[in-house]
Nanobody, 129 residues
C-alpha cells in the first residue's frame, strides 16, 4: 500500500505564491518512484504539471516553466511544488502521483494519468484576478 497526502493549497491573488507538499507513506512506497504533480480544472481533463525522478531530474509543462519548481526530499518521503507568479488559469485541484517513471527520447517525461499507479486525494488551489 502507498498513501499520498497533499497539503498547502489555498486561495491567493494573481501574482501570489503557494507551496504544495505531498507526504508519501506505506509499506509499498519506494523512494525510487518517479513523483509528479497533476492538476484538474472544472470541466477539463487532468494534466501533468511537473515530474521529478529519484535523482532529481525534473520536467515541466510549458505554461509553468520559470514559475513552478518541483522538488523532493527522499529522506522525508515528501514531494513539493513551489508555485510563484500564480495566475487565474492555475486554478485547479492539484494531485500528487507516484509511478515507475516515463522516459522518452532518453529523457524524463511527465506522462499521463495512466503512467501513475498511486494518487493523493488532491488539494485545491484558487487564484483570483
Amino acid at each position: 500500500q502507498v498513501q499520498l497526502l497533499e497539503s498547502g493549497g489555498g486561495s491567493v491573488q494573481a501574482g501570489g505564491s503557494l507551496r504544495l507538499s505531498c507526504a508519501a507513506s506505506g509499506d509499498g512506497y519506494n523512494v525510487a518512484y518517479c513523483l509528479a504533480w497533476f492538476r484538474q480544472a472544472p470541466g477539463k481533463e487532468r494534466e501533468g504539471v511537473a515530474a521529478i525522478d529519484m535523482d532529481g531530474t525534473t520536467r515541466y509543462i510549458g505554461s509553468v516553466k520559470g514559475r513552478f519548481t518541483i522538488s523532493r526530499d527522499n529522506a522525508k518521503n515528501t514531494l513539493y511544488l513551489q508555485m510563484s507568479s500564480l495566475q487565474p488559469e492555475d486554478t485547479a485541484m492539484y494531485y500528487c502521483a507516484a509511478g515507475a517513471g516515463v522516459y522518452r527520447d532518453g529523457g524524463l517525461d511527465i506522462g499521463t494519468e495512466r503512467d501513475y499507479g498511486y494518487w493523493g486525494q488532491g488539494t485545491q488551489v484558487t487564484v483570483s484576478a
